[in-house]
């Protein structure tokens, strides 16, 4: 008899790099073993997500148009209170199956969803650091963190098992959450190397207009932090570099990354191009990945454009330590705007060391399988 997994995600329809991940692994667990369903809490229409057809994907609880309509905004805070104090209330009305398993796919507002369950087995994946829930560090809204750092401590309580994706991820839960080291089991995110592969060669309606290419990709929030790309991509103007930038995803922040492109007079180096379903073909032309983001757990976009060999300079968040390889692979650098620019100017005008980082990059990217991704998956749900 197939075991009913029950799968809740904070969106499935946002272009993120976490729904790509369980789109993969739910595409690729054994259909003769389980019955799968996806319960999305907020949906964006932002991109759709491709399941094989026994996947069941349930109404999403929010559209995120609710927040534009007048009478629908008071609907939308009800369920984002109720999920927050009484999400057993949420489980009532959104809920209807029993599952053997469920699985949150994200920490707070999935996994107090899943943690209020009576299904066998509950687990918890966390994709990012959570240094945001570490009250002891905040002066502003100090008691509000607080209160939901309770709430997420609650939640790990009645979780059976907590999924960390890096060692970063997993040093900041027993950080906050010492106690549940037991309950913590570390499984790497896993890339399906043959369809990216073949993906790049896309024909796309782009070539490079400058001699050298830089690409980003991510959704356009603060915690991106495109606005700091766009400074560096000032200084390596400044620098007399000829370089392209070209920026691949959609959010809050466009408006804001625009008015600094205008500022600096870059339209001629920065192009925003929205969001775009295969950004391999782009990856596959670039001579550096940039990601400058605040937080990350395991930056999928990172490892992506490893598969293709194109090396990367990055922040310090999660994960980037343990892809870099001591510099082997990518360069990771303190958030600053004249570091980062100096660092890429150096790469940029080095084209030996570039091949050899790119070699590098296809050979430590083959750690990150699907396929051994998902046998540690269903050695846990087994």
């Known amino acids: 008899m197939k075991k009913k997994i029950l799968f809740v995600i904070w969106s499935f329809s946002a272009g993120g790099g976490a729904e790509r991940i369980l789109a993969n692994i739910v595409n690729n667990l054994d259909k003769n073993k389980y019955e799968i369903s996806i319960l999305e ?27 534009e309509n ?3 905004r008071i609907y939308y805070k009800l369920i984002y209170f109720l999920v927050k104090h009484k999400p057993q209330i949420i489980r009532k009305f959104f809920i209807k199956d029993k599952y053997d398993i469920e699985i949150a796919f994200n920490y707070m507002i999935p996994s107090f969803i899943v943690s209020t369950g009576k299904s066998a087995k509950k687990l918890c994946w966390v994709h990012s650091s959570i240094e945001d829930l570490d009250y002891k560090e905040i002066i502003n809204d100090r008691n ?27 040093k900041s839960i027993l950080d906050l959450y010492p106690n549940f080291q037991d309950k913590i089991k570390k499984i790497y995110n896993g890339y399906e190397f043959n369809k990216i592969l073949s993906l790049k060669e896309e024909i796309v309606d782009f070539n490079k207009s400058k001699k050298y290419l ?25 620098k007399n570099i000829d370089f392209e930038l070209i920026i691949i995803g959609e959010g809050e922040q466009k408006e804001k990354i625009e008015e ?63 892809l870099s390889s001591n510099n082997e692979c990518g360069i990771v650098l303190e958030s600053d705007a004249n570091i980062i620019s100096d660092k890429i100017k150096e790469l940029l005008n080095d084209s030996d060391l570039r091949k050899k980082m790119s070699l590098n990059c296809v050979k430590k990217a083959r750690e990150y399988s699907l396929e051994r991704q998902i046998k540690n998956i269903e050695r846990l749900i087994d």
């Open 260 to 322: 600094k492109i205008n500022k600096y007079d870059l339209c001629n180096n920065v192009k925003l191009l929205g969001y775009i379903n295969n950004p391999y073909p782009y990856l596959k032309k670039a001579d550096l990945f940039c990601l400058t983001s605040e937080a990350e757990g395991f930056p999928t976009v990172i490892v992506e454009s490893m598969i293709l060999g194109c090396p990367f300079v990055s922040t310090k968040v999660a994960g980037v330590d343990e």
């Open 144 to 170: 509000k963190v607080e209160k939901m750092n309770l709430k997420q401590k609650k939640s790990f309580e009645k979780i059976d098992n907590i999924i960390a994706i890096s060692n970063v991820t997993q």
């Open 41 to 67: 809490f907020e949906n964006f229409s932002i991109r759709k997500e491709i399941v094989n057809e026994n996947i069941n994907i349930l109404n999403p609880i929010l559209k995120s148009y609710y927040r």
């Open 214 to 238: 830089l690409v980003a990709i991510g959704r356009l929030v603060k915690q991106k932090n495109f606005l700091l790309l766009i400074e560096v991509a000032n200084k390596l103007k400044e």
């Open 70 to 72: 007048s009478l629908k």
